[in-house]
């Protein structure tokens, strides 16, 4: 890369970086002072969307790229909730064009990769698919956190919520936690430390 492509490159990284800064807009609404990050959504949404692909026989690296990147347009847009979104009459337009934006200024052979990458019909494309359940199950144990420390709003979230997925896998993993947060035995989940051995020199 020359001086130029080195220039864009940098910019683009520092827009990523807007995401570190953005609020999950949808968890104010449940009046959560602090929720998560774009960017902290976006992290386990990509490791579900590797571990889902692996479970429904496609690509985990594809996947996971288009998890890890599904959500930066709104470095620009801000994270619009999906009441939000419900007064745009855009489709995917403002989120598509953003997207061809972004990677337009990045060297020709990175603007090439994250374009094939991202260009996806979630309809009809397995990888987008796979990639939407991720971003929900993603919301799904969000929801159960928030819960869980004190939010009932959040409990029914993961309800209006779990009935949107579409894979098998994710379908069955949304099951299991229904299943184990309506018989009170979610905390043996949330508390996954317990029982781990540890061989510092400290007490069991």
Request: a negative charge; charged letters at 30%.
């Given at each position: 890369m020359d001086?130029?492509?080195?220039?864009?490159?940098?910019?683009?990284?520092?827009?990523?970086?807007?995401?570190?800064?953005?609020?999950?807009?949808g968890w104010t609404k449940?009046?959560?002072?602090?929720?998560?990050t774009v960017a902290e959504h976006s992290f386990r949404t990509a490791a579900l969307g590797f571990l889902l692909a692996v479970l429904e026989g496609k690509n985990p690296y594809e996947v996971a790229g288009f998890c890890?990147?599904?959500?930066?347009?709104?470095?620009?847009?801000?994270d619009l909730?999906?009441?939000?979104?419900?007064?745009?009459?855009?489709?995917d337009y403002i989120s598509s064009r953003i997207l061809a934006d972004q990677t337009d200024r990045l060297p020709k052979e990175l603007n090439q990769s994250m374009t094939e990458?991202?260009?996806?019909?979630e309809e009809t494309d397995k990888t987008?698919?796979?990639?939407?359940?991720?971003d929900l199950l993603d919301l799904l144990f969000?929801?159960?956190e928030y819960a869980h420390q004190g939010n009932p709003l959040a409990r029914q979230w993961f309800f209006n919520t779990a009935s949107s997925l579409?894979?098998?896998?994710?379908?069955?993993?949304?099951?299991?936690?229904?299943?184990?947060?309506?018989?009170?035995?979610?905390?043996?989940?949330?508390?996954?430390?317990?029982?781990?051995?540890?061989?510092?020199?400290?007490?069991?």
């Amino acid at each position: 890369m020359d001086q130029e492509d080195l220039s864009d490159f940098a910019k683009f990284i520092f827009e990523l970086g807007q995401l570190k800064r953005t609020p999950r807009s949808g968890w104010t609404k449940l009046g959560i002072d602090n929720p998560e990050t774009v960017a902290e959504h976006s992290f386990r949404t990509a490791a579900l969307g590797f571990l889902l692909a692996v479970l429904e026989g496609k690509n985990p690296y594809e996947v996971a790229g288009f998890c890890l990147f599904h959500d930066m347009a709104e470095t620009r847009t801000l994270d619009l909730d999906w009441l939000a979104q419900d007064y745009l009459e855009k489709g995917d337009y403002i989120s598509s064009r953003i997207l061809a934006d972004q990677t337009d200024r990045l060297p020709k052979e990175l603007n090439q990769s994250m374009t094939e990458l991202m260009d996806r019909e979630e309809e009809t494309d397995k990888t987008a698919q796979i990639a939407r359940d991720a971003d929900l199950l993603d919301l799904l144990f969000q929801a159960l956190e928030y819960a869980h420390q004190g939010n009932p709003l959040a409990r029914q979230w993961f309800f209006n919520t779990a009935s949107s997925l579409t894979t098998e896998s994710g379908k069955k993993i949304a099951d299991f936690l229904r299943e184990k947060e309506e018989a009170g035995e979610l905390e043996d989940l949330l508390a996954w430390w317990k029982g781990l051995e540890v061989s510092r020199g400290r007490d069991k």
